[in-house]
C-alpha cells in the first residue's frame, strides 16, 4: 500500500514565480506569482490590457520573460534555451484562441489529427479513432468532413477544444474562447469547458464570463495593471472580497452584459 | 477556335496546293513544337522548385540564409529572358564533366536554364507573398500544438500557398511558354526556327504568310487554355 499524498503538498503543475516580462518600453508583467494544481481550474479574470493573455502565453513558452521562474510540469522553462525544448512542452500543453484559428484548408477530422499524426507520429487510424471520440465530446459528431469556413463560431471553437485536447494534454489554456462568439453559440462552448473541467481537465481559463468563471474555478485571480491583485476561492472573490478596484470590476462588467452560463446551450 | 478552324477551312479549299505543301511541313513543325512544350514545362518545372526554396529562404529568420535568395531574386526578376538565354548559351560549356565522366549540354536544355532564372526569382517573390498573406495566427496556433517553424510551413503554411498562389502561377507558366520561341535566337529547333527553316525552303511568300500563322495559331493553342483557367481560378479564390 502506498500512503496517500495530501494533495497540497504535490508540487503544482505550473509555477510562476516573480514573472516580469516586457514588449520594448512597455512593462506589461510586473512580478507575477501563480500556482496551478492538476485536476484545478484556474480562472483569470481583469480589465483588458491587464496581462492575461500574456500570462497564458509565457506559460505554454510563447513568449519569455526577462526575469522570474515558471516551472510547468516538472520542466524550468526559464532555463530552457532551444525552441525544440519548448517546442516539446508544448505538445503537452492545450491553447484554444479567441478567433479559433483553425486551419482553413483542413477538415474538422484532419484538423483535430494533424498533430497526433504529424507531431507525434501516431498511428492515423488509432487517432482517427480518438478524433472521433473527441467530437463526439464536443457534441459535434457527423462533422468530421465540413471545412472550418462551413462551421458557425461556437462549432469551430469545440473543434479547436477537440484539437488541443487531441495531443492528450496535461493542461489546457483557455484565452476568451467565447468573446469572439454570437450569443446563441456561447452556451454551447462553455457546456462542453464545464463537462471537460468536471471530468477533471487541468485549465487555466481567461474569461469574461463571470458567472461561468464562479460556478467552474477552484481558484480565480484578478490582474490588474501587470499584477495579480487578488486571489482565492471564487466565493472569496467574487463575494465576500474587500478589494473595491475588483467589486468595481466585477459589478461594471456585470452591469454591462449579464454573464451566459450556458444552460441554455446545453439544451440543444 | 472556331473561327479560325473556319478560316483555315476556307483557305484551304481556295489554296488547295499551299495547303498540300504545308501538311508535308507539318511533322517538321510539331517536331518543333514539342520542343517548346519540353522546354517551357522544364523551365516552370525547374524554376518553380527553385522558387519554392529561395522563397521560403527569403523569409528566413536567420541573416546567412535571407540574404542571399534577396540578393538574386533582385538581380534576376527583372533580367529579360532574351539576354538571359543569350547568357546561358554562349557562357556555358557545351558538356559538364561530373564526376569522371562527361555529359552533353546541349542548347535547348541551356535555354531551359536561361527561362528559369527569371521564373525562379517570380515564383520566389509569389511565395514569398503567399506566405506573408497568410494570418500569423495560423503559426501561433500551429506553434502551441508542437509543430516547429520548418513543419508549420509544410504542413500548414505552404497548402493554403498553394491555392492562393494557382493564379499567379500559370500567368508565369503562360509566358513561359511564349518565352520559349526565343530559344529560335539561339539555334534551338523548336517551332518558331522550324517555320523559318519551312519558309526559307519553299520561298513563297504565301506560304511564309501560312506557316507563321501556324506558328501563332500553335502559341495561341497553348497559352489561351492556360490563360482562361487562370482567369477562372483568380475570380473562384478573389477573396
Ligand atoms: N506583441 C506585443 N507587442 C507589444 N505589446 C504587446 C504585445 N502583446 C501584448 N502587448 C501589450 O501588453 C499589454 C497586455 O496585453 P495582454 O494581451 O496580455 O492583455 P489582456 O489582459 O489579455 O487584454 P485583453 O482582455 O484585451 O485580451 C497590452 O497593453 C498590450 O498592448
Ligand atoms: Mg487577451
Redesign the interface.
Known sequence: MTTPVPPDSRPPLVRLRDVHLSFGATEVLKGVDLDVRSGEALSIIGPSGSGKSTILRCINGLIAPQRGEIHVAGTALHQLTREADRLALRKRIGFVFQQFNLFPHLSVLENIAIAPVRILGHPRDEVERHARDLLDRVRLSGKERAYPGELSGGQQQRVAIARALAMRPELVLFDEVTSALDPETVGEVLAVIRDLIRDGLTSVLVTHEMRFAEEISDVVVFTEGGRIVAQGPPDAIFHTNDNPRVTAFITGLGNREPANTGTEGRAR | MAAVAAVAALWAALQPDLAVILIGWVPYLAQGFAMNILISVAAIAIGSLIGLILGVMELAPARWIRAPAITYVHIFRNAPHLVLIFATTYAMPFEITLLGGTVAFPDWLKAVVGLAIPASAHIAEIVRGAIQSIPT??W?????????RL?TLR??IL??CL?RTLPAWMNLYASIAMGSALASLVGVGELLHAATDASTAVRRTDFTIAVYLTVLVSFFAYCYPISRLTQRLERRFAV
Open positions: 495566427a495560423q501561433e496556433s500551429a506553434g502551441s500544438l508542437g509543430f516547429s513543419r504542413w500548414i497548402p493554403q491555392r
